[in-house]
């Protein structure tokens, strides 16, 4: 295995991530862990190697972490990125020294020398017939004196030591960061690394990881009962199908139908859970509860706000009816929480001046308000890692792969008030939608649009517009349809979709649901329009 000491950066978990693609197991342990700790691992004998991650710290003051002493003398080779070299370089003879300005984005990177790191590894040649790599770089202190038994092995114009290696103790540091895809050889550099200098079996599959969070899940819960909030979502699909394979019976699924989900979706959670797999779900069928509360209600912060005080009171109350019912105690409550959530709650923490463009549903605190201990199976893993770890337990693709949909529902995607009537014509108009995108294949890919876009909804507008259909006259609603592409829904862009498709996408909804004469489409680009509409 691979041991990735953290040392607080957030591109931690990237840098395990691009190990496990490489099909080699890695397991990220805090940077403070014992020296005894460490001996251990290594008379295990599955260590083959040990990455220091980076870290927003300055290696130049006494009371940053340093690198346990010992994983200089295992006798694995080490790789240090960014704080992991400068650490690297400090403790072992080198001098680092703390910068005026911090170097951040693209730099090109010359290798010296032939590293069995970076050996023939280059994104072009000078003619001087040096190797060249585009590298990302963000950092403030630096290198500057290489420690006894290294050599230098890369610089870029600005970073003298950008990389430095002993190769007869097989120790690498480098400057950059290989583990971000703005480093285009940076996977190449890992695998050199984790493959050839570390010798890493490339054994290790999703499958392998079903087995160890069951193993892991298992040992932590014991005999005691668990309570998990499934919305139907990938992320709490995946941690409920999870967690029932650890602990069967011992799992509870309350699922808070708050009556703004999409067209049989709560039917569709049921069938899957409840009949399919056999997982103890109870539905609270809160629509009607949800409706009443959100009468009169139009601003969209004051909207999302009730939806998720009802939601946390609904979950809540069917919680501790649970708790008093159940013969064994319940002590945990499992969440879906993934990685990329981690990142976002702990950057909030030192984010207070940043306004709140949109308050997201927020379930923080509800476990200390239930007296329940947290159990998060799928903390460390990246969305498309929960999605793999989906299709391994079996759940159908078309569940894992289903376009992100928001807490709070159709309720954002009501513009103001939300009536009675509304939410029905909605969920109906937008089930042809995503039919259609489903049928429709883009030639040149061979994929669905459904694939080839990364979110899309129909909105329902509240007001009415004037039409004609057969010898009459409608006054009806207006629908609108937006569909996005992106990597990361920071940003986005609407989605170029062919005009035969919103032609049959129109004419359906307009036909078939009665109540909507009109149908358009939004053009808006995040930023400066965000993706949903409230
Ligand atoms: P915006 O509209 O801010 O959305 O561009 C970015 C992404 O976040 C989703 N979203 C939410 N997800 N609770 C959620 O779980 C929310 O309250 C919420 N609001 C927006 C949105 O669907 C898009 O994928």
Request: charged share 25%.
């Amino acid at each position: 295995k691979i041991l990735i000491l953290d040392f607080g950066s957030q591109l931690t978990q990237l840098i395990a991530r691009r190990v496990r693609e490489m099909h080699v197991y890695c397991e990220v342990h805090p940077c403070d862990v014992s020296d005894d700790w460490l001996r251990a691992q290594l008379q295990e004998g599955r260590l083959k190697g040990v990455i220091l991650s980076g870290s927003h710290a300055s290696t130049t003051l006494e009371s940053t972490d340093r690198a346990p002493q010992a994983v200089f003398t295992l006798g694995v080779p080490v790789l240090g990125i960014c704080y992991g070299m400068q650490t690297m370089a400090a403790q072992l003879g080198g001098a680092v020294q703390g910068g005026e300005q911090r170097e951040f984005g693209y730099a090109e990177l010359r290798a010296h020398g032939h590293t069995a790191l970076l050996k023939d590894i280059a994104d072009f040649t000078t003619e001087q017939g040096h190797g060249m790599l585009k590298v990302w770089m963000s950092h403030g202190d630096k290198v500057t004196e290489l420690p006894p038994g290294f050599k230098l092995m890369a610089s870029t114009p600005s970073c003298a030591i950008a990389g430095m290696a002993d190769e007869a103790r097989h120790f690498y540091g480098v400057q950059f960061h290989p583990e971000v895809t703005h480093t285009a050889q940076g996977r190449a550099l890992l695998q050199r690394f984790v493959l050839g200098i570390c010798g890493a079996r490339a054994d290790w599959v999703m499958q392998d990881h079903v087995a160890e969070a069951v193993a892991r899940i298992r040992a932590q819960v014991g005999d005691q009962q668990v309570l998990l909030g499934l919305s139907g979502g990938v992320d709490s699909s995946v941690a409920a199908a999870l967690i029932h394979k650890a602990i069967g019976e011992q799992l509870t699924c309350v699922f808070v139908d708050h009556g703004l989900l999409r067209l049989h979706e709560g039917d569709m959670v049921m069938a899957m859970f409840a009949e399919k797999l056999q997982v103890k779900v109870v539905r609270v069928n809160a629509g009607p509860l949800f409706l009443r509360e959100l009468a009169g209600i139009s601003e969209p912060e004051a909207k999302r706000k009730t939806i998720g005080r009802l939601f946390i009171d609904v979950f809540k109350a069917e919680a501790e009816k649970l708790k008093a019912q159940s013969a064994r105690e319940i002590a945990f409550l499992a969440q879906g929480t993934i990685y990329p959530d981690v990142i976002e709650s702990g950057a909030s923490k030192n984010a207070k001046k940043a306004v709140t463009i949109k308050s997201h549903h927020n379930v923080g605190g509800l476990p200390e308000q239930l007296g329940l201990e947290l159990l998060e199976p799928l903390r460390d893993l990246f969305k498309d890692e929960v999605r793999e770890l989906g299709i391994a337990l079996g759940l159908p693709p078309e569940m894992v792969y289903r376009h992100p949909f928001p807490g709070p529902g159709l309720g954002v995607r009501i513009l103001g008030e939300i009536k009675p009537e509304y939410p029905d014509l909605l969920r109906r108009a937008d089930a042809i939608f995503i039919e259609e995108l489903r049928n429709g294949i883009d030639a040149a890919s061979g994929k669905s649009w459904y694939e080839l876009t990364s979110q899309a909804f129909a909105v329902f507008l509240p007001v009415k517009s004037v039409g004609v259909m057969g010898d009459g006259r409608t006054y009806d609603y207006v629908v609108a349809l937006r569909a996005v592409q992106t990597s990361d829904f920071m940003t986005a862009d609407w989605a170029e979709l062919p005009y035969s498709l919103l032609k049959r996408v129109s004419s359906r909804i307009i036909n078939e649901v009665r109540g909507i004469n009109r149908v358009t489409y939004d053009v808006s680009s995040k930023p400066p329009a965000t993706i949903e509409w409230e």
